[in-house]
T-cell receptor, first 113, second 114 residues
Framework: SQTIHQWPATLVQPVGSPLSLECTVE??????LYWYRQAAGRGLQLLFY??????ISSEVPQNLSASRPQDRQFILSSKKLLLSDSGFYLC????????????FGPGTRLTVL | SQQGEEDPQALSIQEGENATMNCSYK?????LQWYRQNSGRGLVHLIL?????REKHSGRLRVTLDTSKKSSSLLITASRAADTASYFC??????????????FGKGTKLSVIP
């Protein structure tokens, strides 16, 4: 069966510090991978998606970047965090239809102070 | 801008009662999905209904879709305390070019009181 891992579960970082959040998927090959951010009381905002190794599409301009160094690994990064980067970051995967069901990881709670 | 908008924002019911949540959207869709999120956790996919379907069932869940009104409802029958969570609808727009973006609403926070 497929599983998706995210770490760390929680993170507190000072403004201006770098960020690296990691997501890995097991039990499937060539998944579509996604990074979402959920701000308090808001819906999910798609940040990045990837259809293959090294292929990254950005949905919104921001302080963040993403990379996919391996088929089942997706990394969210920032060189300098802003206060507005605080939120709940969710990684997800899907196969097949672009708008089909997505399967989410447990999330990372990021607080930037 | 948000595509799906859930209503109500919060709902509190007694265990055993039915819970109904609604979702409205603005543009044409390929499908509409409902997700559940327990506090501080990731989202769990509940059910997907395609634009040519009107009703779908899964266990205690019943989803309806009215494309003429651009709305959907999620009914949870015989609710349990474990159903306490936030529920989100998400739409896949029929852009024709293929969209990887599911657009999520802000969610309905359901509290089921034992």
């Amino acid at each position: 069966s497929q599983t998706i891992h995210q770490w760390p579960a929680t993170l507190v970082q000072p403004v201006g510090s770098p960020l690296s959040l990691e997501c890995t998927v097991e039990g499937t090959s060539n998944p579509n991978l996604y990074w979402y951010r959920q701000a308090a009381g808001r819906g999910l905002q798609l940040l990045f998606y990837s259809v293959g190794i090294g292929q990254i599409s950005s949905e919104v301009p921001q302080n963040l970047s993403a990379s996919r160094p391996q088929d089942r690994q997706f990394i969210l990064s920032s060189k300098k965090l802003l206060l507005s980067d605080s939120g709940f970051y969710l990684c997800a995967w899907s196969v097949g239809l672009a708008g089909g069901s997505k399967f989410f990881g447990p999330g990372t709670r990021l607080t930037v102070l | 801008s948000q595509q799906g908008e859930e209503d109500p924002q919060a709902l509190s019911i007694q265990e055993g009662e039915n819970a109904t949540m609604n979702c409205s959207y603005k543009t044409s869709i390929n499908n509409l999905q409902w997700y559940r999120q327990n506090s501080g956790r990731g989202l769990v996919h509940l059910i997907l209904i395609r634009s040519n379907e009107r009703e779908k069932h899964s266990g205690r869940l019943r989803v309806t879709l009215d494309t003429s009104k651009k709305s959907s409802s999620l009914l949870i029958t015989a609710s349990r305390a474990a159903d306490t969570a936030s529920y989100f609808c998400a739409t896949d727009g029929s852009s024709g070019a293929g969209s990887y973006q599911l657009t999520f609403g802000k969610g309905t926070k359901l509290s089921v009181i034992p």
